[in-house]
């Protein structure tokens, strides 16, 4: 689902369904060669949904999912030994954005049934609030090199809004969002055509750089676009 590459162009990835012993892989040469660097124990997590790396502190989180009691955001030291955890069985740890600051990691819910939320957790106290709230389900992220953070909702068989829009939303402060862009769901079933969905690329590169790749909607299928600001 999702992958992470550190200060030394590590990247890494872990399995997605289908697997009672869910496992972690490395590749150091550009995905040429990979190795298993972590093994979680049998039914101890259901998927894993990304991996990313945390520069302040030096550590990977890694984030599980998908339903209620399988949900949790698992840390690991840069040797991958498991360091701690943060679960409780609810949909507050079902993420795929996160983001790191100095002081805080904020992360936004992907949560299809009631909506996303954004969460704050302070490294000092380690308390967790709520920021605000998304009447979509949100997937993927990024935030630019100008500060601009892009979210994009995605449209699912499941959930509580039927609008069938794709949504690009724009913060620059997790606070106040502006709806940038929305794409309509096209019409072939999900099961076989992807649900709709939109992401962004990796890389540094400013909010007048942004462009989107797309599925599962009408007239941009399988299309890469410049999104305007």
């Given at each position: 689902?999702?992958?992470?590459?550190?200060?030394?162009?590590?990247?890494?990835?872990?399995?997605?369904?289908?697997?009672?012993?869910?496992?972690?892989?490395?590749?150091?040469?550009?995905?040429?060669?990979?190795?298993?660097?972590?093994?979680?124990?049998?039914?101890?997590?259901?998927?894993?949904?990304?991996?990313?790396?945390?520069?302040?502190?030096?550590?990977?989180?890694?984030?599980?999912?998908?339903?209620?009691?399988?949900?949790?955001?698992?840390?690991?030291?840069?040797?991958?030994?498991?360091?701690?955890?943060?679960?409780?069985?609810?949909?507050?740890?079902?993420?795929?954005?996160?983001?790191?600051?100095?002081?805080?990691v904020i992360w936004i819910t992907?949560?299809?049934?009631?909506?996303?939320?954004?969460?704050?957790?302070?490294?000092?106290?380690?308390?967790?609030?709520?920021?605000?709230?998304?009447?979509?389900?949100?997937?993927?992220?990024?935030?630019?090199?100008?500060?601009?953070?892009?979210?994009?909702?995605?449209?699912?068989?499941?959930?509580?809004?039927?609008?069938?829009?794709?949504?690009?939303?724009?913060?620059?402060?997790?606070?106040?969002?502006?709806?940038?862009?929305t794409f309509i769901k096209d019409?072939?079933?999900?099961?076989?055509?992807?649900?709709?969905?939109?992401?962004?690329?990796?890389?540094?590169?400013?909010?007048?750089?942004?462009f989107i790749n797309l599925e599962?909607?009408?007239?941009?299928?399988?299309?890469?676009?410049?999104?305007?600001?």
């Open positions: 689902f999702g992958s992470s590459v550190d200060r030394e162009d590590t990247i890494l990835f872990g399995d997605y369904g289908g697997n009672n012993r869910s496992k972690i892989y490395k590749s150091s040469d550009n995905g040429k060669s990979w190795d298993i660097i972590f093994e979680f124990g049998y039914k101890e997590i259901k998927q894993i949904l990304n991996i990313k790396w945390d520069k302040y502190e030096k550590k990977y989180w890694v984030f599980t999912g998908d339903e209620r009691g399988e949900c949790g955001f698992f840390i690991f030291n840069e040797q991958f030994e498991k360091l701690d955890k943060h679960y409780d069985g609810t949909l507050q740890y079902r993420a795929i954005s996160v983001f790191f600051f100095a002081e805080c992907n949560d299809p049934y009631d909506g996303s939320k954004v969460y704050r957790y302070d490294r000092l106290t380690r308390e967790i609030i709520m920021l605000g709230s998304f009447l979509d389900s949100v997937w993927y992220s990024k935030r630019t090199n100008d500060g601009l953070i892009f979210i994009a909702s995605v449209v699912e068989k499941v959930g509580f809004t039927r609008d069938n829009l794709v949504k690009i939303y724009s913060s620059y402060d997790f606070n106040n969002w502006s709806q940038e862009a019409s072939l079933p999900m099961k076989l055509f992807r649900y709709g969905v939109a992401s962004f690329p990796e890389g540094d590169y400013s909010s007048q750089d942004m599962g909607v009408k007239n941009y299928d399988g299309k890469i676009i410049k999104l305007k600001i």
